[in-house]
Nanobody, 124 residues
Framework: QLQASGGGLVQAGGSLRLSCGTS????????TGWFRQAPGKGREFVAAISWNGGNTYFAESVRGRFTISRDNAKNTVYLQMNSLKPEDTAVYYC???????????????????WGQGTLVTVSS
């Protein structure tokens, strides 16, 4: 079971760090992605990291502002969000998928396990 946390209310230009953790199953065998869904919109890809942290991927809208990292010893993946904008307001979801897959990291079908979301609100 994935657990996303760290959301909250922040002013534009501020920062937040989201965490995605799991209990029980070891996390380090799984690629992990972050997606978000704003009110009235579909779920969109934000960032992803390979199972060993060797590769990272970002949506163009967050590149240069967000970073993704993982600590497999702690069974946790982090999404560091800097220079936040009001358009970053959304519910953020983390998801885990197999080490290797024929689907792209930005595709929702790449991931088989989804956590509950954590709300990020950026005020202007």
């Amino acid at each position: 079971q994935l657990q996303a946390s760290g959301g909250g209310l922040v002013q534009a230009g501020g920062s937040l760090r989201l965490s995605c953790g799991t209990s029980g199953r070891t996390f380090n065998n799984y690629a992990t992605g972050w997606f978000r869904q704003a009110p009235g919109k579909g779920r969109e890809f934000v960032a992803a990291i390979s199972w060993n942290g060797g590769n990272t991927y970002f949506a163009e809208s967050v590149r240069g502002r967000f970073t993704i990292s993982r600590d497999n010893a702690k069974n946790t993946v982090y999404l560091q969000m800097n220079s936040l904008k009001p358009e970053d307001t959304a519910v953020y979801y983390c998801a885990a998928g197999a080490r290797y897959s024929g689907s792209y990291y930005y595709a929702t079908d790449r991931y088989s396990n989804w956590g509950q979301g954590t709300l990020v609100t950026v005020s202007s």
